[in-house]
């Protein structure tokens, strides 16, 4: 056994059951409460403790759920963020998700490594004998195999090893300037029949890079009401305005390899033009390209009992509702299957659970607030009365559908049972994005090669226009800045140390004061040193600075990689409206349990030293506390 857990002698219960909404939004839920609209999360509240929780810096998922899993600060588990930067060459990387350089052979249980440092509560409570299922957390990609059973959530990529990217098949022209335009297939009509494909992984060959590809062929209704689809020998009828069922593929990748994956596809019209969405081709529970449970099996167990799912770590495409490839009432449909197919392993574990650990992760309700949060924001740039109107009660229907869900398991709760509900952040209207390179830039923390112009939105992203030899200062990812510091960063500048503590010390005081020109509302709550937020052994991987932002801002998508376009602060206007990443001061998550609690401001990182606490258990190297 680890030495870094000690046994009490005072087991609680044995039986414990989490469940994990994302995004819940303790204000929401209350006004939802106060008119009895969520009965079961009242009478929990009842039992036991309702409380705000303090939530992670910066209020991200990944780094929010990281902190529950280790009871620890982002130091200890190394995720500081979404993207972080390659300091090799500055440039942003994803932090969920790492592929293995060693991996040259291309084995499959060794195709990516695992991205969360340390121990989770689970690795403790199964290593001592306590038998513990995991469902769908997210940073657990690429699983340990230990004596969990684990499904892994965010990170899980698609079978090209991406994040996932859906195709648009159309016969409809679109230039090379309208959003998703690389993701677009165009396609040509003869009479009623269109010849395409299905793209799947690279091939490498010895000289050159392909791509393998299943032949897709499509027939059109006569009537236009829909379509028949011939796919790797399978016939596929779609309904116009409907989703497909599951559709396994085979792609060939050469010397008898093969590697299966699983799509969906939506109809969204055959005329005037064809319109046809296809989900990234995900992979296949059943057949897994990539080791994505503990045990490897497991994955299969679960499509046995419950069938095909989504397996990718964020698979509400939120990305085709923005560009136009689906609409609010398909992505809805979308969100409440993958919620469907989640109910389904949570039940088919919850019958069979007889002692132990049981922890469930459901997702749909971040993307639903993300994309819908404009309907309760009328100051919002993009708000409209009619559209409010329209999907005003999709949120609450969310809300709604949770509490039916914590409503039944909660018949299977008794007295030996301990029961945790929380939320890892809480949400805000995101109105306005602010270009933290533009403010770098500007105050002289930043030196550009060249005046970026009105037309670059992008601001010359990944880094183009900056002059390293002439820079301070650079961020990317949601927050996050770094110091351009010698002998760290491949041309730094800054000297470590009394030089850097200066830097810091000037962004800081400089960047609290940002307020926006438009209104002369302050655009940031705090910027905080990473020596006063984070420790631990992944402490020196962190950005220098984090910056929390007031209620109504975040930090620009071009912030994200690295642009500088020329306006400092602008309106958001895209579809994702909805946002946590401000301030963690602003946007608790919520914390809910069958038993009183002995802290009244209780943080996410004593949910994992409390799992234990009720086992007998006390994690020594946890930083949070047994709330019980």
């Not at 994956?261 to 064809?274: D, M, R, S």
């Not at 398909?330 to 392993?345: N, P, W």
């Not at 922890?359 to 924001?377: C, E, G, L, M, N």
Request: glycine fraction near 10%.
């Amino acid at each position: 056994m680890d030495n870094s857990v000690k046994f009490t002698g005072n087991m609680k219960y044995n039986r414990v059951i989490i469940l994990g909404f994302d995004g819940l939004d303790p204000k929401l839920l209350s006004y939802l409460m106060q008119r009895g609209d969520v009965p079961n999360f009242s009478r929990l509240g009842g039992m036991g403790t309702y409380s705000p929780l303090a939530t992670s810096n910066p209020a991200q998922s990944p780094v929010a759920w990281a902190s529950i899993a280790t009871g620890n600060n982002p130091g200890y588990h190394g995720i500081f963020d979404f993207l972080n930067r390659r300091v090799t060459d500055y440039m942003p990387q994803l932090a969920i998700l790492k592929m293995n350089p060693k991996n040259v052979f291309g084995k499959r249980e060794q195709m990516f490594l695992p991205v969360m440092h340390g121990n989770s509560f689970w690795d403790y409570t199964s290593d001592s004998g306590i038998p513990s299922t995991i469902l769908k957390w997210p940073m657990t990609f690429q699983p340990k195999q230990n004596k969990a059973k684990l499904y892994a959530g965010l990170g899980v990529p698609d079978i090209k090893g991406g994040l996932g990217k859906y195709a648009f098949y159309t016969t409809r022209d679109i230039t090379k300037k309208e959003d998703g335009f690389e993701k677009v297939i165009k396609v040509k009509l003869e009479g009623n029949n269109i010849k395409t494909y299905i793209s799947g992984p690279n091939i490498t060959k010895l000289t050159s890079r392909d791509t393998a590809k299943v032949d897709l062929n499509i027939r059109i209704h006569s009537d236009n009401s829909g379509i028949e689809m011939n796919v790797d020998g399978k016939k596929i009828m779609v309904r116009q305005g409907m989703w497909s069922d599951w559709i396994e593929l085979t792609f060939k990748l050469g010397l008898m390899k093969t590697v299966s994956g699983i799509v969906k596809f939506y109809l969204h019209k055959t005329a005037p033009e064809v319109e046809l969405y296809m989900t990234a081709v995900q992979i296949n529970p059943r057949d897994p390209a990539f080791v994505i449970s503990s045990p490897d099996d497991y994955i299969r167990e679960l499509a046995g009992e419950v069938g095909q799912f989504y397996t990718l770590g964020m698979p509400e495409d939120t990305k085709a509702l923005e560009e136009g490839r689906i609409d609010e009432e398909a992505f809805v449909t979308m969100c409440d299957e993958i919620v469907a197919e989640q109910e389904k392993m949570l039940w088919f574990e919850l019958n069979r659970f007889k002692e132990g650990l049981l922890a469930s992760a459901f997702f749909s309700t971040d993307r639903i607030q993300h994309i819908f949060w404009v309907t309760k924001d009328p100051r919002h740039p993009l708000y409209n009365k009619a559209y409010a109107e329209k999907y005003g009660h999709v949120i609450d229907d969310y809300y709604r559908k949770m509490d039916v869900i914590l409503g039944e398991v909660m018949k299977q709760v008794d007295d030996r049972t301990a029961f945790m509900v929380f939320s890892d952040h809480g949400f805000a209207s995101f109105r306005r994005a602010v270009n933290i390179n533009s403010w770098l830039a500007q105050n002289g923390f930043m030196t550009l090669t060249q005046k970026v112009s009105g037309d670059d939105l992008e601001g010359g992203g990944l880094f183009q226009y900056v002059d390293w030899k002439k820079t301070k200062a650079y961020a990317l990812g949601f927050g996050s800045i770094y110091l351009n510091i010698k002998g760290r960063e491949k041309h730094g500048i800054v000297g470590a140390g009394a030089e850097a503590e200066s830097v810091a010390g000037q962004i800081v005081d400089n960047l609290i004061r940002l307020t926006d020109t438009k209104d002369g509302q302050a655009a940031v709550k705090n910027v905080y040193k990473n020596k006063n937020i984070y420790s631990g052994t992944q402490a020196d991987e962190s950005p220098d600075l984090v910056v929390g932002f007031q209620e109504g801002y975040r930090a620009s998508w071009q912030t994200a990689i690295g642009g500088a376009p020329s306006e400092l602060i602008i309106d958001n206007l895209k579809k994702w409206s909805g946002d946590h990443i401000v301030d963690p001061s602003i946007v608790p998550g919520i914390l809910l349990t069958n038993f009183k609690t002995n802290s009244k401001s209780p943080c996410l990182m004593d949910i994992a030293p409390t799992v234990l606490s009720c086992f007998g258990m006390a994690g020594v190297d946890m930083e949070g506390n047994a709330l019980l």
